[in-house]
């Protein structure tokens, strides 16, 4: 009988075993998409202010797209460099006048003319199962818009 009592115990110790290996990895998951939330929202903030950056320039020399992009992509270096990011091709940023035209001024329905500049990139997750349960990167994306102030329309 007491052979039979000191098996089960030495089976319960293997479970348990089993058991903390399997919810230490559920943990993991869990701790490494926290760990992701939170990168993205800090990216995402990165980005924001990029975006802005470029559009508060955009509205007074809209049709400058080399330096809106350079200002955009320099407006974080630390800790995310947006200039290295955008240098080898991981961020991408673009800006797209409202309506056709590079000034201030208004169009024939009234709305004025707009910049928008919008600053995309693809972060890497860091989750442990490597895109099996999870994709491996999620696309950010920024945006602003800001009224054209100058220069003045010539018609």
Known sequence: MRYLARNLEDHEKGQSLVESAMMF?????????????????????????????????????????????????????????LKALFDTGKLSIESQVQNIYYCAGVDASGNPHGIKVTVIYKLPLINPFGGLLFPSEIELKATATHTILSPACGF
């Open 25 to 81: 990895t559920v943990f993991l998951l869990v701790l490494s998409g926290v760990v992701d939330l939170g990168r993205a929202f800090f990216t995402l903030v990165a980005l924001q202010e990029a975006a802005t950056e470029g559009a508060t320039y955009a509205a007074v020399h809209p049709s400058h797209t080399a330096v809106i992009r350079n200002i955009a992509s320099t407006s974080s270096t630390a800790p995310l460099n």
